[in-house]
């Protein structure tokens, strides 16, 4: 709560505010430090590790003016400008299903492809009964069955969660190919 706004009036703190921000903090400095009533504040700060208040105050209002509010801050205090610094994205610029390569993953539908003999082609599949969770994927190869693999999956387990566990695999088996072979990854 102290320090609520020192981006405002903790930028450059006055002698008065400096005393009473160290009067703030010696009670908590005397109970970490279990130290004599009479030991100086100065000692307490230089003992714990703990900087003055006034300094970390200033040190985060400097902070946010500079990284936060992009307020430039006077030469003598520091050269670093808010225009020197990089600006954190928040979000993403463009939507990457917009810009798909040729090897990235697409959106088809898939029965032209399962005719094609140059691909190879993974079907998933994730599935839940009264008694049991599971998931699964085929591989198939000029129409022969390939690969299979399964799994049982905790009974806890959801059917989205199965198909997501198939298509996992699917994509690490995949992702494991020769580069020179096509595959498509057939889920319902």
Known sequence: MLAHGSSAWCLNPTFKMKRKLSSTQRPFLLHISEAYRTTPTAALQTILGIPPLHMQLQFESRFTSIFRLRIPLRPFITDTQPHDLEIKA????????????????????????????DIINIFTDGSKTEHEVGAAFCVLTNHIWAY???????????????ELTALHEAVIYASHLPNHNTSKIHVD
């Not at 299979?148 to 199965?162: G, I, R, Y």
Request: zero cysteines.
């Open 90 to 117: 928040t979000s993403w610029s463009t939507h990457p299903s917009e810009h798909l390569k040729p090897n990235q993953i697409s959106f088809e539908e898939g029965e032209a492809y399962i005719a094609r003999k």
């Open 148 to 162: 299979q693999w399964s799994a049982k999956l905790n009974d806890n387990n959801t059917v989205f969660q199965a």
